[in-house]
Nanobody, 119 residues
Framework: VQLQASGGGLVQAGDSLRLSCTAS????????MGWFRQAPGKEREFVAA???????AYAASVKGRFTISGDAAKGTVSLEMNSLKPEDTGVYSC??????????????WGLGTLVTVSS
């Protein structure tokens, strides 16, 4: 299984950005796909996730600004990020889990895409 994320870039505060992730391989085993981010000098943190049933979960810091969509069984997930803030800066990685909980564990990880939000 391989996951490939794309869509990162440099934007200004208040702008929007859309990230996409596509998986190849045994995607039929995915129950959840999610996005995580890691800011410089900080630990990786959960951002959002979507289950096969299309139910979603968000970190409190992004709720109302970010929207996750996709099809876990098909291995595709996107993250629409609006009203971006400098604290949203980080490397965003997509991941897939064979369990049904958005808290993981996540079994497969893709390389991240860098999002930089300038003030």
């Amino acid at each position: 299984v391989q996951l490939q994320a794309s869509g990162g870039g440099l934007v200004q505060a208040g702008d929007s950005l859309r990230l996409s992730c596509t998986a190849s391989g045994r995607t039929f085993s995915f129950y959840v796909m999610g996005w995580f981010r890691q800011a410089p000098g900080k630990e990786r943190e959960f951002v959002a996730a979507i289950r096969r049933t299309s139910t979603t979960a968000y970190a409190a810091s992004v709720k109302g600004r970010f929207t996750i969509s996709g099809d876990a069984a098909k291995g595709t997930v996107s993250l629409e990020m609006n009203s971006l803030k400098p604290e949203d800066t980080g490397v965003y990685s997509c991941a897939a889990s064979r369990t049904y909980t958005t808290t993981g564990p996540y079994d497969y990880w893709g390389l991240g895409t860098l999002v930089t939000v300038s003030s």
